[in-house]
């Protein structure tokens, strides 16, 4: 086991590569121009101090976030490779570019919020996506294009604790996959005001998204918010709560939806 390396004050760097155990701890800013990769010797724990950072990678070391009022930021595209890591048990993590999962991410608090485009590879195994309440991923869009949630999963194994969609403007989320049908699970979902979601099905490839199951968790379309359901859309009720006890619906469903209770 490595000895951690704490940093003893402010760091700014063009560019930086982590091959040991790096410790944030205190409250000094970690300020990396250009890119950030944390390499298959090394980690990266945050538990204090604000860090921002050009673009963001995990080759095979794993990135910690634990907690830090000032924020871990990436102003580009984050990247966790086939054997990296990304471990968020508080704090929140801002991811201005593209999001692209394909190791273990485990997500246990703390709020994931990006504004570009996401995409998960797993196997259910050791390229897993495990998030769980009460960690919340947040998705934000607005006019200038829609935003893709690209799921390459096995249809158990990969789960969101909590999902939003958000948008600063009228603006839209679609779900898209490489193969020919994917499910999309979560404990909780909101569609917030001015969100289209488009979850597809008929001619092209058929998703199924999976919500509830859990006490008082389920599904919410707020005022002036829209679901376009192609494919199928389950929301599961709990014990003593059925399936419309966890969803609210002060939006738009247009298609089905299955309601299961207990």
Do not use: K
């Amino acid at each position: 086991r490595q000895v951690p390396h704490v940093l003893s004050g402010p760091v700014v760097a063009d560019s930086l590569v982590v091959e040991c155990a790096l410790h944030l701890d205190r409250p000094f800013p970690l300020a990396v121009n250009s890119s950030m990769r944390v390499a298959q010797t090394g980690s990266f724990r945050q538990s204090d101090g604000g860090v921002s950072v050009g673009t963001l990678a995990s080759n095979a070391g794993p990135i910690e976030v634990v907690g830090s009022s000032a924020g871990f930021s990436v102003l580009g595209d984050l990247a966790v490779g086939t054997t990296g890591r990304l471990v968020q048990s508080d704090g929140v993590i801002q991811v201005l570019g593209d999001a692209a999962f394909s190791g273990i991410q485990t997500m246990t608090s703390g709020t994931l919020i990006l504004h570009s485009n996401f995409s998960l590879v797993a196997n259910g195994d050791n390229q897993v996506m495990a998030g769980s309440l009460p960690h919340v991923t947040q998705f934000i869009g607005d006019a200038r294009a829609v935003r893709e949630l690209r799921w390459n999963s096995p249809p158990s194994g990969s789960t969101f604790g909590q999902l939003q969609f958000s948008a600063t403007e009228p603006g839209g989320f679609v779900f898209a996959t490489d193969s020919a049908a994917a499910t999309v699970t979560a404990m909780h979902a909101v569609v917030a005001p001015q969100v289209l979601l488009t979850v597809p099905g008929g001619q092209g490839p058929r998703f199924t998204f999976l919500l509830g199951g859990l006490q008082g968790n389920g599904l919410e379309i707020l005022d002036q918010a829209r679901i376009d359901n192609q494919g199928s859309i389950v929301v599961s009720g709990t014990q003593g709560l059925s399936c419309f006890d966890v969803l609210q619906v002060l939006g738009l469903i247009l298609g089905p939806f299955e309601c299961r209770s207990p």
